[in-house]
């Protein structure tokens, strides 16, 4: 189970820490990321990153926003800088857990984030 939280209402330009735990893993998390998804838009990937801390940023929050793992605490982080309006969204956790026979792909509930101008 993926838990999502830090998503609040800021002003343009404001930060916020997004953090996502999972609960009940025994096995490696070979990917943790976070996604977003906008009113009336698909989901886009935001930013990954291995269990070897490999990192892919997607285009639209590229340069603003760094991703982080805690392996001991199986959480993942996003940390956002200069928000924008256009970054409204809920944003989503998934994680990516090996299991007998391959990947099990997990998502967490979503965190909602308002940006006002």
């Known amino acids: 189970q993926l838990q999502a939280s830090g998503g609040g209402v800021v002003q343009a330009g404001e930060s916020l820490r997004l953090s996502c735990a999972a609960s009940?893993?025994?096995?490696?998390?070979?990917?943790m990321a976070w996604y977003r998804q906008a009113p009336g838009k698909e989901r886009e990937l935001v930013a990954s990153?291995?269990?070897?801390?490999?990192?892919t940023y997607g285009e639209s929050m590229k340069g603003r926003v760094i991703i982080s793992r805690d392996d001991a605490k199986n959480t993942v982080y996003l940390q956002t800088g200069s928000l924008k309006p256009e970054d409204t969204a809920v944003y989503f956790c998934?994680?990516?857990?090996?299991?007998?026979?391959?990947?099990?792909?997990?998502w967490g509930q979503g965190t909602q984030v308002t940006v006002s101008s």
């Open positions: 009940g893993v025994t096995r490696r998390i070979v990917q």
């Open positions: 998934h994680m990516q857990i090996s299991q007998t026979g391959g990947l099990g792909l997990y």
């Open positions: 990153i291995t269990h070897d801390y490999f990192r």
